[in-house]
């Protein structure tokens, strides 16, 4: 049982020992003392350095789950991340749809062991919360609760000032919550340029992204498990053959220059090289694609002439 919990004022004792709590069961399996129930105000009487150490050492454990139901158990959750306290129970029951807060513990024990891509499994699915819906037919869908997730993470951090010590750390947590959908929606059928462009808008967090989009993958039907993980393996096999191909190839084909200056009545000239790379950067943003024929460029340039510095 819970040892009594005073309640005429703070005590950062009982939150100190709620955290190291969390950390051991985090990080040996088992909880080294017995729970004591904590409030917001004993937290508030820690560092939010302190405070992030502990949480850092749970999420990074052998078994951050049994240190996320410590953290449950002592109150923590409730005093510092309510957010994050609303999804347990949210679902296994009445509506057809599987517990919000064991799939989470479920991902984040599934993740890699890195900060990123463990805070944001914890955070990804806290838009459901506030998300659900009910069709007529009974069916439940969580329309936008990625969008919602990533606005709720941006008032917690107003809030609790977590991460502010860490911008980057920040910033990528958002990301990927926000993100966390796009490559589960992958299905083999994506052309090439859509591969380019997914891979070129997820950026510097893609390897994060996929690997938070594999321990996402929580079903009980092994078979199903393996396509879901297959598909997002072929995706990022394909992501990076077509680097390699992007590497070895210039985006341009052989002559375009001349196409251009015959187009537009232009001499030889750095204003053929200013154009092509003005294509090449249209090519990195994907308003057009690579290697195409020297035609579809000369029209890309027609088309946008003021661009072009040809208006």
């Not at 919000?100 to 991902?107: A, Y």
Request: proline share 5%.
């Amino acid at each position: 049982m819970p040892e009594p919990t005073p309640s005429s004022s703070a005590d950062r004792d009982r939150a100190v020992h709620a955290l190291e709590r969390a950390v051991a069961s985090a990080e040996r399996g088992v909880p080294d003392r017995p729970i004591v129930l904590v409030s917001a105000a004993d937290i508030a009487e820690l560092s939010r350095s302190d405070v992030r150490r502990a949480l850092d050492r749970v999420m990074l454990g052998a078994y951050p789950d049994e240190g996320l139901d410590a953290l449950l158990a002592s109150g923590v959750l409730d005093a510092l991340l309510p957010e994050v306290k609303a999804m347990v129970g949210f679902g296994d029951g009445e509506w057809r749809h599987k517990d919000v807060w064991k799939h989470t513990k479920q991902v984040v024990a599934q993740s890699v062991p890195r900060l990123e891509v463990r805070y944001a499994a914890l955070f990804h699915d806290i838009g459901k919360v506030k998300t659900r819906t009910i069709s007529p037919d009974g069916e439940v869908h969580f329309f936008g609760h990625a969008e919602v997730g990533a606005r709720m993470f941006d008032r917690l951090e107003r809030r609790e000032r977590l991460f502010g010590r860490d911008d980057a750390l920040r910033q990528e947590i958002r990301f990927l919550v926000l993100h966390h959908l796009r490559a589960s929606q992958y299905d083999g059928k994506w052309t090439d340029s859509a591969v380019r462009r997914f891979a070129r808008e997820i950026g510097p967090y893609l390897e994060d992204l996929l690997c938070l989009s594999r321990a996402d993958i929580t079903t009980k039907r092994p078979e199903k498990k393996r396509r879901g993980i297959a598909m997002i393996d072929e995706l990022a096999a394909r992501i990076t053959a077509l680097a390699a191909e992007d590497a070895k190839q210039p985006p341009l084909p052989s002559g375009v220059g001349n196409e251009l200056m015959a187009a537009f009545g232009l001499p030889p000239s750095r204003r053929i090289g200013e154009i092509k790379r003005a294509l090449e950067a249209a090519i990195e943003a994907g308003e057009i694609e690579a290697r195409l024929e020297p035609g579809a460029y000369v029209e890309f340039v027609a088309q946008h002439k003021a661009r072009f510095g040809l208006g």
